[in-house]
């Protein structure tokens, strides 16, 4: 018998409390609700929303996160089911990079270079590095909660997956906050915030993913 049939009657014969989906459709609705709350009781939502999202940069970051928030849960679903193919939904994770590459390369185009170390800094980078990781403890327990749930064959892929979703839904939730709407900021902070989490998943699913 190969390992992944294995692995697979392993799985169908665990005693498991609730199916993965389930779990993965609960950890992920339970995270977003307790991080979107926890963005409304502390910072608020940005005062002038509902005039500044009009503007076509603040519709791009809230969209685009929202798209790799999407992307990366569903990466995370199927690396928790041995034998799921994972090849396209990696893939797909390129998909919002290359519009942030086009949004910076639009960006650049147009704003004088004098300006570009404004607009990439803004006004707070600091706060996003630390706020995104605070927003994506919620959801990143609650996937490695489901991820136990089912069988992932490789623990610190895995963990990688949740950080990386966990950090995506964070800066989408983050996003209707920040002031900072530069596609420059959110190419550089968004993203090593978002890093950071990954990294992280990476190294506690290493030891809380095995099984």
Not at 187 to 194: D, F, S, V
Request: net charge positive; charged share 10%; hydrophobic share 60%.
């Amino acid at each position: 018998m190969k390992t992944d049939d294995l692995i697979t009657l392993m799985t169908q014969d665990a005693p498991v409390g609730l199916r993965y989906g389930r779990a993965l459709a609960i950890a992920l609705v339970a995270g977003v609700a307790v991080s979107g709350v926890l963005l409304v009781i502390t910072v608020g939502l940005r005062h002038n929303m509902a005039s500044v999202f009009e503007t076509a940069r603040v519709l791009f970051k809230i969209v685009v996160t929202i798209a790799l928030a999407v992307l990366a849960a569903r990466l995370a679903m199927r690396i928790g089911r041995p034998g799921e193919a994972l090849r396209l939904p990696a893939l797909l994770l390129g998909l919002p990079a290359l519009l942030v590459g086009a949004a910076v390369a639009a960006e650049l185009a147009v704003l004088p270079q004098a300006t570009w170390k404004a607009n990439m800094v803004g006004g707070n980078a600091l706060f996003c590095l630390f706020f995104i990781p605070v927003l994506s403890l919620a959801p990143l327990a609650g996937l490695f909660w489901a991820l136990k749930q089912g069988a992932p064959e490789n623990p610190t892929a895995a963990g990688a997956a949740a950080g990386l979703a966990a950090g995506a839904i964070a800066a989408a939730i983050y996003a209707w906050h920040c002031p900072d709407d530069s596609p420059l900021f959110l190419a550089a902070w968004y993203t090593i915030a978002i890093g950071v989490v990954t990294g992280a998943g990476a190294l506690l699913g290493r030891r809380w993913l095995r099984w």
